[in-house]
């Protein structure tokens, strides 16, 4: 049942904001941006591309850390980040449906850097328990925590600053590093109406996309400490991080960081409308406490059916929606997505729904 691209298209698309495609300012910066070689590096790895230096600055300035690395994609930022701080062998403290551990797997795989995760859990305010937390880190040997904000799997929702710090400063009385997968840390910071510098200040090292709601096209920054950027693109380098003349799409990151970040309120703003629309569907569950950010999730078990029929369901009716479980589908809003769209798309499921009973 596979459909072509241009099937795709004429299709109403709310799998991810990874479909955002790039601003008028966008397309005219990657037409104008200054380029130069970024694989010729200097001592410190840093490369000779300026367009790249300046989102590098812009990205570290931003979120109050001294430097920033422009890498490919977030999967590889996060990857170099643990490369950076953790041998064959080490224990990490990850949360079992974080990005981190069930999509990007290479972290935790022997062929790749071997690390072994320890879980702990979300409660059920998406918050995590400095209890748990304190009793992992006495029994366990950790080299590093892993935080996820927004956290995918629960729906987009929101680590607040006051848990990530009290959970960060338990860490640190170890020794452990906190690295923070924050694909989209600035729809949690619009969200809850923080600063962005605020809410990452306590972690060690961070990734955000600039390729989700941002709407650049390709791109994610990896920030932190100058020794922690030094040691990342070195090792970053024996990965292939290093990218030739990346400005002409760093010109779009640029953009993105410059003029996209409050535009994400709309975005929040129609995932919450087409939470209320879907509201009403009795043979779905959904939580509205976690309709926080550019998200909708449906846990479709009431249906008697799974999460793959259902979206293969719903993308007959011309909607496609991402599966994330064998339960639960997301539906994901973004520049792209008209507050037409969001209504068009909660008819479709609500019909869809009704007619499953
Ligand atoms: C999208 C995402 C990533 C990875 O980013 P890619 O650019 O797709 O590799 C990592 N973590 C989370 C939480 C994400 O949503």
């Keep these: 049942m596979s459909l072509t691209i241009e099937e795709i298209n004429k299709m109403l698309d709310l799998r991810s904001d990874t479909s955002t495609l790039p601003t008028e300012n966008m397309w005219k910066a990657m037409s104008e941006a200054v380029l130069g070689d970024g694989g010729r590096v200097d001592l410190t790895g840093r490369g000779e591309d300026p367009t790249v230096y300046e989102l590098e600055r812009l990205a570290a300035d931003m979120l109050g850390k001294e430097d920033a690395m422009y890498v490919a994609t977030g999967s590889l930022a996060n990857h170099t980040a643990l490369l950076a701080v953790t041998d064959r062998g080490d224990k990490v403290l990850v949360e079992k449906s974080a990005h981190i551990y069930i999509n990007e797997k290479f972290d935790f795989m022997s062929k790749f850097s071997g690390l072994v995760p320890v879980f702990y859990h979300l409660d059920s305010d998406y918050q995590i328990s400095a209890k748990e937390i304190e009793y992992l880190i006495q029994d366990n040997d950790i080299k590093v925590m892993c935080l996820e904000n927004t956290h995918n799997y629960s729906g987009g929702t929101c680590l607040t600053p006051s ?71 070195s090792v970053g380098k024996m990965m292939g991080t290093p990218m030739r003349q990346a400005g002409v799409i760093a010109a779009a ?53 799974t999460a793959q029929q259902i979206t293969d369901g719903l993308r007959e009716k011309g909607l496609l929606v991402a599966k994330m ?33």
């Design 163 to 233: 848990c990530t710090k009290e959970i960060c400063d338990l860490a640190h009385l170890k020794g452990i590093h906190v690295h923070l997968d924050g694909a989209r840390i600035f729809n949690s910071a619009v969200a809850q109406n923080v600063d962005v510098k605020e809410l990452v200040e306590p972690v060690d090292s961070l990734m955000f996309c600039l390729s989700k709601g941002l709407c650049a096209p390709v791109g994610s920054m990896l920030v932190g400490s100058s020794a922690f950027i030094e040691k990342a693109r």
């Design 325 to 357: 479980t064998d339960e639960s589908i997301r539906l994901a809003v973004h520049k792209d997505i008209t507050m037409e769209d969001v209504e068009k798309a909660a008819e479709i499921v609500i019909h869809y729904f009704a007619s499953l009973k």
């Design 253 to 305: 990151g640029i953009v993105g960081l410059k003029e996209n970040v409050s535009r994400l309120a709309e975005d929040h703003m129609k995932a919450k409308r087409l939470g209320q629309l879907l509201a009403g569907i009795d043979n779905a569950i959904m939580d509205p406490k976690a309709d926080q950010t550019d998200f909708v999730y449906i846990n479709v078990t009431p249906t008697g059916l």
